[in-house]
């Protein structure tokens, strides 16, 4: 179906005197924000590293430049902000660099602006893949068995593991990401042991868990904006990832049939572990052996990529987040179901890997991550960055043969499931 304006020229709660919306963090999850807040009639500022930016390009945004995501100096630079907002301004991240930069500088961030977040310790142990996985597993969440690697004696535990197995880092290092690729599937113990060596000596550490079977679009997530005593949530399911099971949102769409259970599983885990306010969701695999949702990823205090599919669909998560950080009433809510998010770049190269067709529910609404017609510089944007990745990419690969050097292909160590946005 074709795609539609929906945006409201204003909002009735809005008014100058109301504090400023900043979304803090750009990319495709800080540009998401944005649409959302635009579709409550919201223009909001956006903090970003860089002009070069799809979310400070958007004309729904007003950007604001920050030199560095670094703590001290991003904090200094949000006090200079505020002095220029007479009625103050209401936060929400879009990234982990802002958030974590600025959350154990909270209480000297709050005398200027309104934001809910999750205590520092509890951040850090949710952005750790061990440590959110050893509190699912206290708790008696479903979760794939995981074992942490340190030294080459931990390897052994490998064995206790059920194949195919899976490696991806414990936590999101610039070593790892620049040698390996998020994360691997491996049918043999003996692959993955050479790989877990590999890393051990380059990284450190490393996760390896049993592998969750299933297709690509068995994978879903609650979004949810934790509150009491009233937490609001949106379930959807992927449609694709880009690169397939390990990556990030290529498309997805409502999940209406499970809604309710995993939105009940994700907010219990959260209240568990002590998460009651702000931002928080849960990515999930169904195991095509038994039907099982087990969870993969857990995001905390800050926004999704695909954020936007909840607004497209009526249940506006961050106009509700900044509503609660102003003191304003929240929107009232009303599900539509009938719409579809997509990273159109992103899901085009998952098709065509998977060779699959570009298919979704019928009758349903397509809205493009970054193409909209009346917002058409995200997409110029991004369209001129894939093409000097694609040109660094080749340069690389002509350097490398040339050196000699061959970097580790995806015949070797397939690859596996988890995402980061």
């Known amino acids: 179906m074709p795609e539609q304006t929906i945006y409201a020229q204003q909002h009735p709660a809005v008014s100058d005197c109301m504090p400023a919306p900043i979304v803090v963090g750009g990319g495709i999850n800080g540009l998401s924000a944005v649409r959302s807040l635009a579709q409550a009639g919201l223009s909001p500022l956006v903090v970003v590293t860089s002009l070069f930016d799809v979310a400070a390009v958007s004309r729904y945004a007003r950007p604001v430049t920050a030199g560095t995501f670094d703590g001290e100096t991003l904090l200094n630079e949000m006090i200079r902000l505020r002095s220029r907002l007479p009625q103050g301004g209401a936060l929400i991240f879009a990234e982990d660099d802002p958030l974590l930069a600025l959350s154990p500088l909270r209480d000297r961030l709050a005398p200027y602006f309104d934001f809910k977040m999750p205590s520092h310790q509890l951040l850090l142990d949710l952005t750790v893949k061990e440590r959110f996985f050893q509190l699912a597993q206290q708790n008696g969440f479903p979760v794939p068995r995981t074992l942490l690697l340190r030294k080459y004696s931990d390897l052994a535990g490998m064995n206790d593991l059920r194949l195919p197995l899976c490696v991806k880092p414990n936590s999101h290092t610039k070593t790892y990401h620049d040698l390996f690729k998020k994360a691997y599937r491996l049918d043999k113990r003996s692959v993955a042991r050479q790989l877990c060596e590999r890393i051990l000596d380059t990284v450190g550490e490393v996760i390896v868990q049993e592998w969750i079977e299933g297709p690509n679009d068995s994978i879903y997530f609650s979004l949810c904006y934790m509150d009491e005593p009233a937490s609001v949530a949106f379930t959807g399911r992927k449609g694709r990832s880009w690169p397939p099971q390990i990556g990030i949102t290529a498309s997805c769409w409502p999940a209406q049939d499970i809604a309710q259970e995993l939105e009940d599983l ?140 061959h970097p580790l292909e995806p015949e070797t160590f397939n690859q596996s499931h988890t995402r980061r946005p």
Request: glycine fraction near 8%.
């Open 266 to 405: 994700t907010i219990h885990f959260f209240q568990s572990v002590g998460l009651t306010n702000g931002y928080a969701s849960m990515e999930y695999k169904r195991d095509q052996r038994d039907g099982r949702f087990l969870m993969v990823e857990p995001t905390a205090g800050r926004t999704d990529g695909q954020v936007e599919i909840s607004a497209l669909c009526g249940i506006n998560l961050c106009h509700i987040a900044y509503c609660d950080a102003a003191g304003l009433p929240r929107p009232p809510l009303e599900l539509d179901p009938h719409h579809v998010w997509r990273d159109e770049f992103r899901d085009f190269l998952a098709a065509r890997k998977l060779r699959t067709r570009l298919s979704y529910p019928p009758g349903y609404q397509i809205h493009n991550a970054f193409w909209r017609w009346n917002d058409p510089a995200p997409a110029l944007l991004q369209s001129a960055l894939n093409s000097k990745m694609a040109l660094g990419r080749v340069f690389d690969m002509v350097f490398a043969e040339h050196r000699g050097n």
